[in-house]
C-alpha cells in the first residue's frame, strides 16, 4: 500500500494528498502517518511546501470528517432506540443506557472530538459517535479543523526534518499506536468491568 501512496502522491501533488487524507478518514485503515510523514519529505524534493501540504491534508481531513459526521446523523438515537429495542435483551442495553451515553458525549463530545483527532484510527471514527449525538456542526468543524491541524503539522514537519529518513518516523508512530491501542483496551476492560459491578440487577 506504501508504494500506492507515495506513486499517487508523487503525481497529483496537493490534490492527490488532500484525496488520500480525506480517503484514510473515512477508511481509517490506511496509514495517514506515511501520508503525512512522506508528504514532508516531498517538501524538500518537489515544489511542494510545508504549508501546502498541511493545508491539503487538513482540507482532506475535514471533508472526511463530514462524511463520517453524516453517517453519525444516521445512526441517530431515534434509529439507535429501535436497535435496543429488538437486540437489547442480548446485548444487554436498554433505552437508558442510551441516554445516558447520549447524555455523557453531549457534556464531554467537544472535548472528546478535539481530543481523539491525536489518537490512531479513533480519530477517524470519532466523527460517527459527534453526528449520532448531533453535535452542533460548526463547533464540530471547528475542533475537528484545529485537532487536524495540529497533528498534521507535527508529522509533516518531522517528515521534513528527517528527509530520506521520513519512513523512521513511520516506524515510532508504529510504537505509538500500539502504545495508544493497549491502553484503549485495558480501559475499555476496566469499563465493562465497573458497569458491569455497578449496574442494578433487572427485576
Given at each position: 500500500m506504501e508504494n500506492w501512496l507515495i506513486s499517487i502522491m508523487?503525481?497529483?501533488?496537493?490534490?492527490?494528498?488532500?484525496l488520500?487524507?480525506?480517503?484514510?478518514?473515512?477508511?481509517?485503515?490506511?496509514?495517514?502517518?506515511?501520508?503525512?510523514?512522506?508528504?514532508?519529505f516531498m517538501t524538500t524534493t518537489t515544489d511542494l511546501t510545508i504549508m501546502g501540504v498541511v493545508i491539503a491534508s487538513t482540507i482532506g481531513s475535514v471533508l472526511g470528517a463530514v462524511?463520517?459526521?453524516?453517517?453519525?446523523?444516521l445512526l441517530d438515537?431515534?434509529?439507535?432506540?429501535?436497535?435496543?429495542d429488538r437486540w437489547g435483551n442480548i446485548l444487554r442495553l436498554t433505552r437508558d443506557d442510551l441516554y445516558k451515553a447520549d447524555a455523557w458525549f453531549d457534556k464531554y463530545g467537544p472535548w472528546t472530538v478535539f481530543f481523539c483527532r491525536f489518537v490512531p484510527l479513533i480519530r477517524s471514527l470519532i466523527s460517527i459517535p459527534a453526528g449520532m449525538?448531533?453535535?452542533?456542526?460548526?463547533?464540530f468543524?471547528?475542533?475537528?479543523?484545529?485537532?487536524t491541524f495540529i497533528w498534521n503539522?507535527?508529522?509533516?514537519?518531522l517528515g521534513a526534518s528527517v528527509g530520506d529518513s521520513w519512513d523512521s518516523i513511520v516506524g515510532y508512530m508504529d510504537i505509538y499506536s500500539n502504545i495508544v491501542y493497549v491502553v484503549l483496551?485495558?480501559?475499555?476492560?476496566?469499563?465493562?468491568?465497573?458497569?458491569?459491578?455497578t449496574r442494578k440487577p433487572r427485576r
Open positions: 508523487n503525481e497529483y501533488g496537493y490534490i492527490g494528498i488532500l488520500l487524507i480525506a480517503l484514510e478518514n473515512i477508511f481509517p485503515p490506511i496509514p495517514s502517518e506515511v501520508i503525512l510523514t512522506f508528504g514532508g462524511v463520517l459526521y453524516g453517517i453519525g446523523l438515537v431515534e434509529n439507535l432506540e429501535k436497535i435496543v449525538s448531533n453535535m452542533n456542526f460548526f463547533l468543524l471547528i475542533l475537528t479543523t484545529i485537532g503539522i507535527v508529522l509533516i514537519n483496551a485495558i480501559l475499555l476492560v476496566l469499563f465493562i468491568f465497573i458497569y458491569i459491578k
